[in-house]
């Protein structure tokens, strides 16, 4: 059986520091899809827009290409933050994967603020604020599609994670 792990959440909520925590526990079975690693190595830089559509493009090849490996748990590690790139980009995923989550983290801003100042990059707090007010949470259509749907409101991820051991 393989899995989709759809992250989505504003940068600076936990969703990468989620994805190396699963896979660190599952030990070999799990791959990370980073947004933010492709834009560095497509543009040099992953604070750097210009290539983003290759980016794009890549991100949804490369979640193609894993969903044909035994046992698999991929991670879909981006942003996320409206229903169209969690549901009508991922639609086309239903038959290449047995199950697809998607893993919602929604920390209070001031713990994401804080934290998006701790990232390598920092997103402008202004731009961050504008991400934090436009984040629309999942509706009924997403909850028929998704296998399960986890919304994250603080650090604890434990229960989540062992769901994929």
Known sequence: MNTLIVLSGVPGSGKSYFSN???AECK??????SSDALRKEIAGDQRDLSKDQEVWVRYYQ???????EKNAIVIMDATHAKKTFRLDNIKPYRDLYN????V????????VLKQNKEREFPIPEEALLKLIDEYEMPDEEEKEFYNHIDII?????????????
């Open 21 to 23: 925590a699963l896979k």
């Open 28 to 33: 070999g079975r799990v791959f990370i899809i």
């Open 62 to 68: 490369i979640a193609k290409d894993l969903a044909k």
């Open 99 to 102: 199950q697809i989550d998607l």
């Open 104 to 111: 919602c983290f929604q920390l209070d801003k001031e713990i």
């Open 153 to 165: 409101k603080d650090h604890n991820t434990s229960d989540i994670i062992k769901r994929y051991l």
